[in-house]
Structures are given as C-alpha cells and as structure tokens.
C-alpha cells in the first residue's frame, strides 16, 4: 500500500514536472492539466471515509445512533429526566399504578418503575460497552497473533478456543457466577470476556490471514519490513473492520445476556438498578401488575434492538462486497 502511494507521487511530481517542460501530457499543450492529476489524487477515498458517507445516508443507523446517544446521555446523567431516587420506595403504593408524577407506577416494593428504569440503562450499557472492549481486545490480539504467525501458535489456540466454545454460556453463568457474592459489575463482566473472546478471536483470524496474503504486505516483507511494523502499519488497519462489526453486534448480545443472568439470580444482585432484576422482582405479579414488567422489558428490547440495527448498518457500510 506504501509503495503503491510512493509510485502515485512519483508519477504525480513527474507529470508537474514535464508540465513546466511543456514535453509532457501535463505541459500546456497536453491534454490534461498536471493540477487535474493531483486533485484526482486529492479526492481519492478510503473505506472508512466511503462508510462513514454511507452510514449518514442509512436511515437505520441515524436512528440507532439517536436511541443510543440519548441511552448514553441519560446513562451518564440519568437525573436529567429522572429526579427520584431508584432506591427510594414506600411499600403503601406497592403494585399501583400510574399517577401523576410516576408515568410508569411502582414495583411490589413501592419503588417508582419510571425512575428505575432510567438508572436501570447506566449499568446495561457500562456493561455491555466494557464487556464489549475486553472481547474485542483480547479476541483481537490471540486471533491477530494466530493468524499472522500460524503454525504451533495457531494450532493450540484453535483447540483451546473449540473448548469454549463448547461451553454453554447460560450455563457457565450459573456455574461460575452463583459462588460470586460482589455485588458490582465486574463479575459478570469478566464472565462475559471469558467466554465471549473465541468469536472474535476466529473473526480476528480470519481476517488477517486474508490481508496478509495481499501484495502490499508481501512487499513489505520482501523490503525488510519487521513484523510488528507489518501488522501495525499493514495488517491491523485492514483487518479490523469485520471485528468492529462483531464486536457492535455483540454489545446489543452482552446486555441481554447480562438480564438473563440478572433474572435467573446468578448476575447482577440488588441493591445495583439492573433491568434483570427487575424482570425477576415482577415476574410473578405479571397479571395483577403487569406494568412492573413492561416497562424494564420494553427498555431492554430497544435498547438491545437499537446495538443490533447498530451492528447491522456498520456491517453493510464496511462491507466491499455491497458497493
């Protein structure tokens, strides 16, 4: 790629060059002035330049990307629309429902469903941004690493990612988590880097075994290049583009996950404001009460929705094959 930049300038300063000669196609008797040559180069673009010119025309990312800045904003500040306290609860309106002042009424305990269910989105998307990164991270570098190098390296990392992915994870959850006893998000978290990272990792791998095959990279190796300067310089910026999509995808996959383990008990635990929990707390009064359960369900399903359209739309963008 490197090169392929070098010749293009080369070609360019030669063609300025016999222009001021008079001599050459750029020259004032030629057919192409040397400046269209350099405003061709000037508006060339790349692939991520060309997604992001898609991405703003996609109707389906502008609205995800809306419903997730404001899950992100109220995440951050949840007091902008929220004024009570999520852990403030009178058990005389337990079961009641709306009134004015509680859009959404209160939970067996008393508690304000409205004011729970905005706080409720700081610790999904805190989970499922972290848990996102980490799997992205370490899939990235045991999948780059193994399809760079290969051989030994590439070998036991395959088998040890077959082992778990024949890990259930619903499952490793109740198995792993039930002996934890913190009560903060770091847990589940972890639970989710530990057996979320083989996707990406196969991803990952893919990926770079395709790019490195390329001409750009075999020239630079045949120049000398090291191997950290070709898969930082050559390799990883190519490679990286369907893991970003994984990884978007599977963010939406972790909140619901972590809800999941938050209803069966074995997740997130009270007092931290979780979706999960509170689907459990109004599992059993769903007829009688029924908005204790819509309104975290509902909250859970855009927001889960919202990362797959998300997912989805970077997917098609980066996608060469749909140009």
């Avoid at 192409?32 to 991405?55: I, Y």
Wanted: hydrophobic share 45%.
């Amino acid at each position: 790629m490197d090169l392929a930049t070098s010749e293009g300038l080369t070609l360019e300063e030669d063609g300025g060059q016999g222009g001021a000669r008079g001599g050459g196609p750029g020259g004032p008797g030629g057919p192409v002035a040397g400046g269209a040559v350099g405003g061709s180069v000037g508006r060339a673009r790349s692939l991520w330049s060309d997604a992001w010119r898609d991405l703003r025309r996609n109707p389906v990312f502008v609205l995800s990307g809306l419903v997730i800045v404001f899950l992100v904003i109220i995440s951050i500040w949840p007091s902008l629309i929220a004024s009570g306290n999520p852990l403030s609860c009178d058990l005389a309106y337990a079961q009641d429902g709306s009134r004015p002042g509680h859009p959404f009424g209160f939970n067996g305990q008393g508690c304000d469903v409205y004011t729970r269910t905005v706080y409720g989105a700081r610790t999904s998307v805190v989970v499922g941004v972290l848990a996102s990164l980490g799997v992205a991270v370490a899939g990235s570098v045991l999948g780059g690493l193994a399809g760079f190098y290969g051989g030994s390296w590439d070998a036991v990392l395959s088998r040890i990612t077959d082992i778990f992915f024949g890990i259930p994870v619903v499952l490793g959850g109740l198995v792993l988590l039930s002996v934890v006893t913190s009560t903060t998000v770091w847990p589940v978290i972890g639970f989710m880097v530990l057996l979320g990272w083989p996707q990406i990792s196969r991803i990952a791998r893919g990926s770079v075994i395709t790019v490195k095959q390329n001409d750009y990279v075999q020239a630079a190796r045949a120049l000398g290049a090291s191997s950290p300067r070709m898969m930082l310089r050559h390799v990883l910026p190519n490679a990286v583009a369907p893991v970003i999509v994984v990884a978007t995808i599977a963010l939406g996959t972790f909140i619901a996950l972590e809800a999941t383990l938050s209803y069966l008990g074995v997740g997130l635990k009270p007092p931290t404001v979780s979706w999960g929990i509170d689907i459990s707390d109004a599992s059993p009064y769903i007829r009688n009460a029924p908005h204790m359960l819509l309104w975290p369900a509902g909250a859970l399903a855009v927001t889960v929705l919202a990362f797959i359209m998300l997912g989805d739309a970077v997917r098609d963008a980066l996608d060469p094959k749909l140009r």
